[in-house]
């Protein structure tokens, strides 16, 4: 009897002792490891460090031309997705005024112009490039038979023109 209550004690204490090594070796882990900061202590250190190193917030400044030459491609842009002037000469124009100003600003508009630029750029492009199927079949350019929604490229132009109204009132143009 003494045998078999021996055995069974053994493996009775011989899991206790396993969970005790697993645990002491996890202590020396945590000792052992980098101290990482909490959550709470990394937030409540950013408002002492933007103090310190007096950050504000970003604000763009575009060159003075910018706003002109993106108005101008706005005008450029409804003239022809409205219908307004299909002629040769404003297409013409149109094509001549966006490759200058998309090589003028396409790496150089700051940061932050607001929605005029990407929606200058997003309406521009879409009727560049419906411009360019119609002359490669040899038709004119039609704008009730592009593949985009007509009313929506008006709508982004002047969602772009009213940003960039409002950056300039605001001094960031």
Same mark, same amino acid.
């Given at each position: 009897?003494?045998?078999?209550?021996?055995?069974?004690?053994? !493996?009775?204490?011989?899991? !206790?002792?396993?969970? +005790?090594?697993?645990?002491?070796?996890?202590?020396k882990?945590?000792?052992?490891?980098?101290?990482?900061?909490?959550?709470?202590?990394?937030?409540?250190?950013?408002?002492?460090?933007?103090?310190?190193?007096?950050?504000?917030?970003?604000?763009?400044?575009?060159?003075?031309? #910018? #706003?002109?030459?993106?108005?101008?491609?706005?005008a450029?842009?409804?003239?022809?997705?409205?219908?307004?002037?299909?002629?040769?000469? *404003?297409?013409?124009? &149109?094509?001549?005024?966006?490759?200058?100003?998309?090589?003028?600003?396409?790496? +150089? +508009?700051?940061k932050?112009?607001? #929605?005029?630029?990407?929606?200058?750029? *997003?309406?521009?492009?879409?009727?560049?490039?419906q411009?360019?199927? &119609?002359?490669?079949?040899?038709?004119? &350019?039609?704008?009730?038979?592009?593949?985009?929604?007509?009313? #929506?490229?008006?709508?982004?132009?002047? !969602?772009?023109?009213?940003?960039?109204?409002?950056?300039?009132?605001?001094?960031?143009?």
């Amino acid at each position: 009897m003494s045998s078999s209550v021996c055995a069974a004690s053994a !493996r009775i204490v011989a899991p !206790r002792a396993a969970v +005790h090594a697993r645990a002491s070796a996890s202590e020396k882990r945590a000792t052992t490891a980098p101290a990482m900061p909490n959550r709470r202590a990394m937030l409540a250190s950013v408002p002492a460090l933007l103090l310190a190193t007096q950050a504000g917030p970003a604000s763009a400044k575009a060159p003075p031309e #910018y #706003y002109d030459d993106t108005m101008e491609v706005i005008a450029l842009t409804k003239s022809i997705i409205s219908g307004a002037d299909l002629s040769e000469a *404003n297409i013409a124009a &149109f094509q001549a005024k966006r490759d200058v100003w998309y090589a003028n600003y396409q790496l +150089h +508009h700051e940061k932050g112009v607001g #929605y005029g630029y990407a929606n200058t750029f *997003n309406a521009q492009a879409k009727v560049g490039f419906q411009i360019r199927v &119609f002359a490669e079949k040899g038709e004119p &350019f039609d704008p009730d038979r592009t593949v985009y929604n007509k009313d #929506y490229l008006l709508e982004i132009l002047d !969602r772009g023109k009213t940003s960039l109204d409002e950056m300039k009132a605001a001094g960031q143009l």
